[in-house]
T-cell receptor, first 114, second 109 residues
Framework: EAGVTQFPSHSVIEKGQTVTLRCDPI?????LYWYRRVMGKEIKFLLH????????ESGMPNNRFLAERTGGTYSTLKVQPAELEDSGVYFC????????????FGQGTRLTVV | QKEVEQNSGPLSVPEGAIASLNCTYS??????FFWYRQYSGKSPELIMS????GDKEDGRFTAQLNKASQYVSLLIRDSQPSDSATYLC?????????FGTGTRLQVFP
């Protein structure tokens, strides 16, 4: 069984540009989560999809961030326009049930905004 | 006050020793607790989950939970250099995991 896959693994963009991160969850996992780790800080929740619906997006920093999950399969997280403080590692995780059971994380996308 | 607090370390222990990692949480109603291990540049990997007070053992790992004190710990027996990693404490809250900053463990030969 393939794990959670994220693409790209690294991205370096200039301030003001747009970046789109992609996450492919484990097949059959209805729950998909985005998290972010800024250097020196804890991993922080961004949002939660159940299938194609946004269940909780309380962690999204501002309206420069847009997440979608087309057809309840893969998800994208777009940052437009990117700012310096958006730099960090963006993790995706998926679970079959809620996250109080085992959650599988992808390897993350390291985003650097210069 | 942070929701989940951990000492960032590094915690250095010799090979073969017991490593003790600690975590406190602020939300009294939390019911599910997890320890993740993260190697540098890799994804967090679940190593232990615990839901009720007391100890839970799995191989060289023992998780301990004390809900009255809002305290979770992870003991690693017979520590190996391959255990060197960052250990993340996570608490399930409503519908998501809340993470601590992690404790970096270094096991030296």
């Amino acid at each position: 069984e393939a794990g959670v896959t994220q693409f790209p693994s690294h991205s370096v963009i200039e301030k003001g540009q747009t970046v789109t991160l992609r996450c492919d969850p484990i097949s059959g996992h209805d729950n998909l989560y985005w998290y972010r780790r800024v250097m020196g800080k804890e991993i922080k929740f961004l949002l939660h999809f159940v299938k194609e619906s946004k269940q909780d997006e309380s962690g999204m920093p501002n309206n420069r961030f847009l997440a979608e999950r087309t057809g309840g399969t893969y998800s994208t997280l777009k940052v437009q326009p990117a700012e310096l403080e958006d730099s960090g590692v963006y993790f995706c995780a998926s679970t079959r049930w809620q996250m109080n059971t085992e959650a599988f994380f992808g390897q993350g996308t390291r985003l650097t905004v210069v | 006050q942070k929701e989940v607090e951990q000492n960032s370390g590094p915690l250095s222990v010799p090979e073969g020793a017991i490593a003790s990692l600690n975590c406190t949480y602020s939300d009294r109603v939390s019911q599910s607790f997890f320890w993740y291990r993260q190697y540098s540049g890799k994804s967090p990997e679940l190593i232990m989950s615990i839901y009720s007070n007391g100890d839970k053992e799995d191989g060289r790992f023992t998780a301990q939970l004390n809900k009255a004190s809002q305290y979770v710990s992870l003991l690693i027996r017979d520590s190996q250099p391959s255990d060197s990693a960052t250990y993340l404490c996570a608490v399930f809250n409503t519908d998501k995991l809340i993470f601590g900053t992690g404790t970096r463990l270094q096991v030296f030969p």
